[in-house]
């Protein structure tokens, strides 16, 4: 099982990027999915988590400017970012908790990260 992030890259100030991550490999069930970051000398820090059933949940950095959503037939979940800042620019992180087939208990598992620049 992996977590696969893509969308990342460099942006002007005031623009928008989708990030997307899709699950991989051979799954039963996902349950909740969400999307850190983690700026450079700082902390992890949760954006904005969605469950099953698309109930979502943001940070007050994130409110008003990111929506998270999901597919789960393609067990994929997005990171719509708009009004971009320099502050936003980090290393943005996907994790999912999810039962791998073959397994009893749910699992946490985390993508590579995907850098994201936000040029003034």
């Known amino acids: 099982v992996q977590l696969v992030e893509s969308g990342g890259g460099l942006v002007q100030a005031g623009g928008s990027l989708r990030l997307s991550c899709a699950a991989s490999?051979?799954?039963?069930?996902?349950?909740?999915m969400a999307w850190y970051r983690q700026a450079p000398g700082k902390q992890r820090e949760l954006l904005a988590a969605i469950t099953t059933d698309a109930r979502t949940n943001y940070a007050d950095s994130a409110k008003g400017r990111f929506t998270i959503s999901r597919d789960n037939a393609k067990n994929t979940v997005y990171l719509q970012m708009s009004r971009l800042k320099p502050e936003d620019t980090a290393v943005y992180y996907c994790k999912a908790t999810l039962l791998p087939q073959g397994r009893l208990t749910f699992e946490t598992y985390w993508g590579q990260g995907t850098q994201v620049t936000v040029s003034s």
């Open positions: 490999g051979t799954i039963y069930s996902i349950s909740d």
